[in-house]
């Protein structure tokens, strides 16, 4: 799985990473609107080790709100 921006506390932490506000920044540049949260990483995840995907191999699924369709090439 390949997440996009993700809150949690790393991320989170504006010494280290973007902060409460760069994440809000980021977010509005995103086309779901918003970062994602752990939660739903976390079910991208349990999806992939799930009997529902017990024939998917070798993919990246890209988990990021639409960020890559949007980002410029």
Not at 44 to 63: N, S
């Amino acid at each position: 799985m390949i997440p996009g921006l993700v809150e949690s506390p790393q991320s989170l932490d504006p010494v280290n990473s973007l902060g409460p506000q760069g994440l809000a920044d980021a977010g509005r540049l995103i086309p779901a609107g918003r970062v994602g949260t752990a939660d739903e990483a976390a079910r991208a995840i349990r999806f992939l080790a799930g009997d529902d995907a017990a024939y998917i191999t070798g993919q990246q699924l890209v988990v990021d709100g639409g960020l890559t369709v949007r980002w410029p090439s």
